[in-house]
């Protein structure tokens, strides 16, 4: 529908209501007229296009048509548009823009309406699709009242005052705007009956068949003597009112039903005594014997009919008082406000929201009036959609949230804060009604003050956080500092009680706090609202802020001289409350502190955790079943023991290290390669290589390689010994280098010839290792301490040569390592020593060797290492790093 219209727009886009207004769905119709919703363009004014599509009598199918007979609907159609522009009155429909006529339509612009009351009553011609407001309307007895008095008003204006006889009063020359009125439209036979000399037309209303039956008289509303007697008179108009009223009340048909034949019309007349009125109300009886009547002498006057008890009712009377209310005294409109409250319960609704409610709008621009007209907009608004309370309450109320005198005025919009946060948005409520709160905030009033200040609690929870710390915040805040009124002082701090939750600890530590610090008075009501606030600010308050700042301000409050007893212990309970919070909350951040510390230091020591700790299965925990990896079996450690994978670089049937450990005696290796594991508990004490075989470390300095004995014969000490109990204030000893091990290795390095050299433990291998190196572990265990190797000369002698009568020295001291750390931090000097090292001997498998000509770092020859005298003289430069997997 709505595409159609902007189709026959563009098609007469010669008509300037066409082009000045944006049309929308179509709303109602009346006879001939369809009626759209229409927006002015320019200024957005809500207007009723009644607009005629020629092509409806225009169809060629429609035989005897001729020029003639299209001329005379546009005639009375056009005429029923101008007379209406001619005259002006309220229960006249009000003309916004003048009839017009195109090649294809004839328009002319109203005020906005609902429908015509024939709409209705049931009737929907020419109306597609009907609009739900239609479809579900049904009129309330007052709604009838009301409308039949304002179309007698209409009636009384016409004869009395511009002597005009309608002559069609039927249901689709009646509208009702869009608040409810009822205006008289319609006036296509209309006849002006001001010139008494003049003789009265008369046309004889005889049916045309050929011409729509809107376009015509209506037999069922016509009066006797118009017919029969060929009398034109004002009373014709009073008899088509009373048929009308008995169609309203009838659901549309009327008392007599013609079907456009005089025939039949004469009939109904002759029966006109019998027609039964009890479906009516009891008082319209008589009024209807006085208007469907034969002889219009019989017939009461228009003004007769407005003063009948009909309409005399307290609710009606209501009505007629708005529609005179202009003309009233200042008096008589105060009395009026403050009684409407009483009667409003017994309105429909739709007369309260149509027709009172726009009424009382009006009058809020008098300012002396609002304190008994806001109760009474209040009341109605209640009833009202949320879209609807936004629309034809809120917008209209903006500009009077900041009028304060007379103080009642905000008193009262205050009083029904809560509506506007039933009725309004989040958005709209902060936008549009938080105005009002701050006007009241800033009013000099304490009455305004003291009811604002007890609202906002109310609210608080609907507000958003910044909308309290930035708009509300400071104005309370000038508020409690500029008053000087104790009560509202108290109520003050009230008020900041329940604001405190949505305050961030910046504002409350830079502004409430400074606040409640500025208090100067010592009144005890003052002093006990205060810790409240503080005790609220407590609760979810930071522990530093409540240690440094709330607590020693509680004890500056207690000691008031002006608290009793009572209010004293209040102070102390609080006191004591936020003090076990403060000793918790910090006891609870320390101790989290020290695990973190412990935790952190048994990482860095690599140690265990405590021995309630669970193992945790981390093949499971990766969703691994222990399967292979490079070959090796995963599950290589178990119940605190070590497995030993078989070395890479070891033939079969030489087992050094099993050998070692065989000679200083230990029973806790097997040399079997089934079942190779080291307990960590086999592992114990520090030793160091003497003459009569491997001791403990002795706490005497060392500082000479003298000594050229060996290690073969030699024998432990108890293995029971820690290797981490050296003693620390042994002077260290001279940095070696190590034949280290491959990474792989599964025994953790050995120092062995091909034929005579003896092979070393692992663990001594790192005591040797862990000079050079003191952080890492090269020990396959599970032991996290670092060893160190022996100052004895003949140990060092044996580490660097597998022929222990070799005394060839260095020709190149090591510059570079003559400063090297040991696990005490002390430095090793070359330069101290009493005799240089021998040379150093590379074993198969060491990653230092020395460059030879292949760039290889690996000896080609197998043999050299038994051969003293095929032994390399190697310098600082000569070393190189050699990774036996590269």
Same mark, same amino acid.
């Given at each position: ?43 957005? &004014? ?39 522009? #001619? ?56 709604? %009838? ?129 019998? %027609? ?85 709008? &009006? ?13 009474? %907009? ?177 004890? #500056? ?35 989290? %502190? ?37 070959? +090796?079996?995963? +599950? ?139 952080? &890492? ?88 290492? +038994? ?20």
């Amino acid at each position: 529908m709505f595409q159609q219209v902007k189709t026959v727009v563009s098609y007469v886009a010669g008509t300037s209501t066409l082009r000045q207004y944006d049309l929308g769905e179509q709303v109602a119709s009346s006879g001939l007229w369809k009626i759209f919703a229409g927006t002015k363009k320019t200024t957005g &004014q809500k207007v009723a296009v009644f607009m005629f599509e020629k092509k409806i009598i225009d169809n060629p199918l429609r035989k005897g048509y001729d020029k003639k007979e299209t001329e005379k609907v546009y005639a009375v159609l056009k005429k029923e548009a101008s007379q209406l522009s #001619r005259l002006r009155h309220p229960s006249l429909l009000e003309v916004v823009e003048a009839v017009e006529e195109s090649r294809t339509v004839i328009t002319f612009a109203t005020e906005p309406i609902l429908a015509s009351l024939s709409n209705l009553l049931g009737n929907y011609d020419n109306l597609s699709p009907i609009p739900n407001d239609i479809k579900n309307f049904d009129m309330d007895e007052l709604e %009838i009242q009301k409308g039949l008095l304002q179309v007698g008003k209409g009636l009384q204006f016409c004869h009395n005052d511009a002597k005009i006889t309608h002559s069609n009063l039927v249901p689709e020359a009646i509208y009702v705007n869009t608040k409810g009125d009822w205006k008289i439209g319609g006036f296509g036979f209309s006849t002006f009956l001001n010139n008494p000399d003049s003789p009265v037309p008369y046309e004889y209303p005889d049916y045309d068949m050929r011409i729509p039956s809107y376009a015509q008289k209506n037999y069922d509303y016509m009066a006797p003597e118009y017919v029969l007697d060929e009398n034109l008179d004002f009373a014709n108009d009073m008899f088509a009112l009373g048929c009308l009223i008995y169609t309203v009340h009838s659901h549309g048909r009327p008392p007599m039903e013609s079907h456009n034949s005089i025939h039949t019309y004469r009939k109904n007349i002759e029966n006109l005594s019998s %027609i039964n009125y009890d479906h009516l109300p009891y008082h319209l009886h008589e009024v209807m014997f006085n208007l469907i009547t034969r002889y219009p002498s019989q017939r009461m006057t228009v003004a007769e009919f407005q003063t009948c008890k009909y309409f005399d009712n307290v609710l009606v009377s209501t009505v007629k008082f708005f529609e005179s209310f202009p003309e009233k005294t200042a008096d008589d409109k105060a009395n009026f406000m403050k009684g409407l409250i009483r009667v409003l319960p017994q309105f429909p609704e739709r007369v309260l929201v149509r027709k009172i409610l726009p009424s009382l709008l &009006q009058e809020i621009k008098d300012h002396s009036l609002l304190a008994y007209t806001l109760p009474n %907009i209040f009341f109605i608004a209640q009833k009202l959609s949320p879209n609807d309370f936004c629309e034809k309450v809120l917008n209209p109320l903006k500009p009077i949230f900041s009028v304060s005198e007379p103080m009642q005025n905000m008193i009262t919009c205050l009083d029904n804060i809560d509506l506007f946060q039933q009725k309004t948005s989040s958005y709209m409520f902060k936008e549009d009604v938080m105005p009002l709160i701050y006007h009241a905030l800033e009013a000099k009033t304490p009455a305004i003050q003291d009811k604002v200040l007890k609202i906002i609690p109310i609210i608080a929870d609907s507000l958003d956080i910044s909308t309290v710390k930035v708009s509300l915040f400071p104005r309370i805040q000038s508020l409690f500092i500029h008053t000087t009124l104790l009560s509202i002082k108290v109520t003050t701090l009230v008020c900041l009680k329940s604001l405190v939750k949505f305050l961030d600890n910046f504002t409350i530590t830079e502004k409430l706090i400074p606040l409640l610090k500025g208090i100067k008075t010592k009144e005890a009501t003052v002093m006990v609202t205060t810790l409240s606030v503080f005790e609220e600010m407590g609760k979810n308050g930071e522990k530093d802020v409540i240690a440094t700042e709330i607590i020693p301000q509680l004890w #500056r409050l207690s000691v008031v001289p002006t608290l009793n007893l009572q209010q004293f212990q209040k102070f102390m309970d609080v006191i004591k409350k936020l003090s076990m919070k403060v000793e918790q909350e910090h006891s609870r951040q320390l101790q989290d %502190i020290k695990t973190i510390e412990d935790s952190t230091k048994k990482f860095v020591e690599g140690g265990k955790g405590s021995d309630s700790e669970v193992p945790v299965d981390f093949e499971k925990l990766v969703g691994s079943s222990g399967g292979m990896v490079n070959g +090796n079996t995963r +599950n290589s450690m178990s119940n605190g023991t070590i497995e030993i994978t078989p070395d890479p670089f070891d033939t079969p049937g030489n087992n050094p290290v099993a050998e070692f450990m065989t000679t200083i005696g230990s029973s806790n290796t097997n040399s079997t390669k089934s079942d190779r594991k080291m307990s960590s508990s086999s592992v114990q004490r520090d030793f160091f290589i003497t003459n009569g075989g491997i001791t403990p470390m002795s706490p005497k300095p060392r500082n000479s390689l003298n000594s050229t004995n060996s290690y073969a014969g030699s024998k432990a000490h108890s293995q029971t010994q820690s290797i981490n109990s050296y003693s620390t204030t042994s002077t260290p000893s001279v940095d070696v280098i190590p034949s280290l091990p491959p990474p792989n290795s599964s025994k953790s390095g050995t120092i062995s010839s091909t034929s005579t050299n003896t092979s070393i433990s692992s663990s001594l291998f790192n005591s040797i290792a862990t000079s050079r190196m003191p952080q &890492q572990n090269f020990d396959h265990s599970n032991s996290t301490n670092m060893t160190r190797p022996s100052s004895n000369p003949t140990s060092l002698h044996n580490m660097y040569s597998s022929n222990t009568n070799t005394n060839t020295s260095f020709n190149t001291q090591f510059n570079s390592m003559s400063s090297l750390p040991n696990k005490n931090n002390n430095t090793l000097n070359f330069n101290n020593m009493n005799t240089p090292p021998s040379q150093p001997k590379f074993n198969t498998g060491s990653i230092l060797q020395p460059i030879n000509s292949n760039k290889s770092g690996l000896n080609s020859n197998k043999n050299n290492n +038994n051969n003293p005298g095929t032994n390399q003289k190697i310098s600082k430069g000569d070393l190189t790093m050699f990774d036996p997997y590269s």
